[in-house]
């Protein structure tokens, strides 16, 4: 992408030095907050948007560890596969539960670079 790039950051900040919204000038590490927004915030959580989300907070604490993780799994990938296509192709998700949290690993290509990324994160309960 050789524009210039400016989106809103996320988590939602003020920037205290200027007085003004948190911008994020990197399109990778925009995607990355997109996927976070998405796995982050749970059904019904937003009153315009209510089946936006895939509250996998909520899966850490779902019995059966493997079980949980395949659950988990699914989940991730049908959410990000449905609120992103326009802006990922998902390749892989891979969740593994480890006590009392997921470690998730999601692969997936940045469709408007046409470069593969990868996001790995641990959610603990």
């Not at 996927?35 to 899966?59: D, S, Y």
């Not at 079980?67 to 959410?79: G, H, S």
């Not at 891979?94 to 999601?106: M, N």
Request: proline residues 3%.
């Amino acid at each position: 992408m050789s524009e210039e790039f400016i989106s809103m950051a996320y988590p939602f900040a003020i920037n205290q030095g200027q007085g003004q919204l948190a911008q994020e000038r990197d399109y990778d590490a925009h995607v990355k907050q997109l996927i976070l927004q998405v796995l982050f915030t749970a059904p019904g959580e937003r009153i315009n948007r209510p089946e936006f989300g895939c509250g996998v907070k909520r899966l850490v604490f779902s019995p059966g560890g493997e079980v949980a993780a395949t659950l988990a799994q699914t989940t991730i990938f049908q959410a990000l596969d449905r609120w992103l296509n326009n802006v990922i192709k998902v390749k892989e998700v891979t969740v593994q539960a480890v006590e009392a949290s997921l470690e998730i690993r999601i692969g997936y290509m940045v469709i408007a670079r046409g470069t593969n990324q990868y996001l790995n994160l641990t959610v603990a309960g």
